[in-house]
């Protein structure tokens, strides 16, 4: 599904952005959307799953620690504040001077890492991340102890600092009864982000935790 704060609804409506979405309305869309979901006859309400990787990580976990009708949330890897993960994470270069200064540091990026960055920014509606960034002060972050549902919590052995220490708190506070913490490493080919180099496993994992936590072969 399409959402505020993904790439395509901006496609759709530039409106739809950050800019104009602030945390309480995020989080109505995602409420909308599950609302949708429970009330459909096909849907077993008890076993609702959140999961996400990337970006994806954190809009989960922002999802699940804001509604209780989840039975479980499987992050990659979760994190509660994506401002620390600007500030000190992949992305502090680009937020010590004023927007020209971010702009002309990422347009000396290779390609791939140039085109990311300025559609982070754009999907956002933003022109820069030293603008963007006060937004996801106000929009994306939260206390992990809020999470209550059952909790997977996946990251990889090469991730950076900030990501290792958010994920590994995430998992330490979660206020969740039944809840793990796996690492992806080089010895298994998993070592990548979001486990990108050995997928089969990732999931063997990941649906060996739901199949325990929601009692599927029970």
Request: proline share 6%; glycine share 6%.
């Amino acid at each position: 599904m399409d959402l505020p704060y993904d790439v395509q609804p901006r496609s759709y409506d530039p409106e739809v952005t950050a800019k104009n979405f602030p945390k309480a309305d995020l989080l109505g869309a995602y409420h909308a959307a599950t609302d949708f979901l429970v009330a459909r006859p096909d849907v077993d309400a008890k076993r609702l799953v959140v999961c996400g990787d990337s970006y994806g990580g954190m809009k989960s976990t922002l999802n699940a620690a804001n509604d209780d009708r989840f039975a479980a949330l499987v992050a990659s890897a979760p994190l509660y504040s994506w401002p620390l993960v600007i500030k000190n994470g992949v992305m502090p270069p680009f937020v010590m001077g004023d927007p020209e200064e971010s702009k002309k540091i990422i347009n000396s990026l290779p390609w791939l890492s140039r085109v990311t960055l300025h559609r982070v920014c754009w999907m956002h509606g933003f022109d820069s991340i030293v603008e963007w960034l006060p937004a996801t002060e106000n929009n994306m972050e939260f206390d992990p102890r809020d999470l209550k549902c059952a909790f997977l919590s996946i990251r990889a052995e090469s991730e950076g600092p900030e990501v290792v220490r958010q994920a590994t708190e995430c998992y330490e506070k979660a206020s969740s009864k039944k809840k793990a913490l796996w690492i992806g490493k080089a010895e298994d080919g998993a070592d990548f982000h979001c486990q990108i180099n050995n997928l089969a496993l990732r999931f063997q994992v990941q649906f060996d935790f739901l199949d325990e936590v929601l009692d599927y072969n029970g």
